[in-house]
C-alpha cells in the first residue's frame, strides 16, 4: 500500500493539502516499490482517438499514471482511470472539462515517500532545472510536458522529467512516453520508452 498526498493550487494559486489517502496498485507488490506511467500532450481528439497499444501494453503494469497536461478533454483521462489512478495537471490546451476532472495548473505529491511535483510547462530550456528546483524546493522529482520533447536530467538532488508524447511527436523521431520505478523514497528507474 502506498500513501499518496497531494498538495494543489487553490484560489490565489496557494497551495492547499487535498489527503487521498492510501490506494493499492492492480496488484501488490512484493517489494513495496511503485510503477509509474508519466504521458503528457496527449491532445485528444486531434491526436489521441483512443489509448494506442504500446502505451496500453505499459500501463497495464502501471500503479499509477501521472499525466502532465495538454490532455484536451476529459474522456483520455477517463479511458487512463480504467488502467490505473490518475494525477493530472493542466495544460494551456485543456479547458473546463479537463479541470472538473481534478487537473490543477501545478500539483506536488508524496509519492511512496518520493516529494513530487508537477507542472505542463516549465518555461525556457536554459536555466531549466535550477529554476525548477527554486519553484519547487521540497520535490525530488518534476515532471512537465508543453515541449513534447522528452528529457530525463538530474543533479544527483533532483530530477526533471518530461516523458514527450506518445502520439505528436513533432520534431522527434518517436513518439515517447516515461516509465519511473519508486522504492523507499528514491526513484530507482527512469526511463523514455518510444511508443511509435
Known amino acids: 500500500m502506498c500513501n499518496v498526498h497531494i498538495l494543489a493550487a487553490g484560489r490565489g494559486g496557494d497551495l492547499q493539502r487535498q489527503a487521498v489517502g492510501a490506494w493499492r496498485g492492480r496488484r501488490a507488490r512484493q517489494d513495496g516499490g511503485v510503477q509509474v506511467v508519466v504521458l503528457s500532450d496527449t ?19 502501471a500503479d499509477l499514471i501521472l499525466h502532465a497536461g495538454d490532455v484536451c478533454t476529459a474522456a483520455v483521462l477517463d479511458e487512463l482511470s480504467d488502467y490505473a489512478p490518475v494525477r493530472v495537471v493542466r495544460g494551456n490546451n485543456d479547458g473546463p472539462d479537463v479541470a472538473a476532472w481534478g487537473a490543477p495548473p501545478v500539483l506536488e505529491l508524496d509519492l511512496a515517500g518520493l ?7 516549465s518555461g525556457a530550456r536554459s536555466g531549466r532545472l535550477t529554476r ?17 520533447i522528452p528529457l530525463t536530467e538530474s543533479d544527483g538532488d533532483v530530477r526533471i522529467f518530461n516523458p514527450g508524447s506518445p502520439t505528436d511527436r513533432r520534431s522527434q523521431p518517436q513518439g515517447t512516453m516515461g516509465v519511473l520505478r519508486i522504492e523507499d523514497g528514491q526513484i530507482v528507474a527512469a526511463g523514455i520508452v518510444p511508443v511509435t
Do not use: E, Y
Not at 491532445?43 to 501494453?57: D, E, F, I, L, T
Not at 516529494?115 to 510547462?121: E, G, K, Y
Open 43 to 61: 491532445h485528444a481528439p486531434r491526436r489521441w482517438k483512443s489509448c494506442p497499444p504500446a502505451v496500453a501494453a505499459r500501463l497495464r503494469g
Open 115 to 121: 516529494p513530487v511535483a508537477m507542472i505542463h510547462d
Open 132 to 148: 525548477l528546483r527554486r519553484q519547487f524546493p521540497a520535490a525530488r522529482l518534476v515532471v512537465f510536458g508543453h515541449s513534447h
